[in-house]
């Protein structure tokens, strides 16, 4: 009988490593964008990029949309609600549930933000040729499924 060979972790090639810490440097650099000026958090900003995408969204629905917990998206929302940045309303179907949508201030600040943001991402891309962002992309789609799967409950 074989005996089990222990496991060897090598950071460097382990993906939810690489992941993170791509993760953190493209963030570091896509944040000098939205909070040197305008002191938004990380947070706030997913909250505000969906908003000016998707519209009007429940809190649940921004937890599903940007994969953050509860509480940082509960935070960012009132934050942003008192900055005058996002209306919160309680929704009519759902009392405990809140709705948020962009105020008009908040509607420019995307507006302002988004162009430079995805310059930001053209910077940190610079290196790769569109084919190879499309296979990136592409990549991470398939990663992100797959993890998704991983993570739903088994029968």
Known sequence: MKKARAASLTLDDFLPYRLSVADNLVSQRIARVYAAEDGLSTQEWRLIAVLGEDGERSQLELVRRTRMDKVPVSRAARSLEERGLVRRATSQSDARSRRLTLTAS???????????????????????SSVERAVL??????????????????P
């Open 106 to 128: 908040g509607r420019r600040l995307y507006q302002r933000i988004a162009p430079a943001a995805l310059e930001a991402e053209a910077e940190v891309l610079a290196e790769l």
């Open 137 to 154: 992309r592409t990549l991470l789609e398939r990663v992100e499924r797959a993890a998704i799967r991983a993570l739903k409950p088994a």
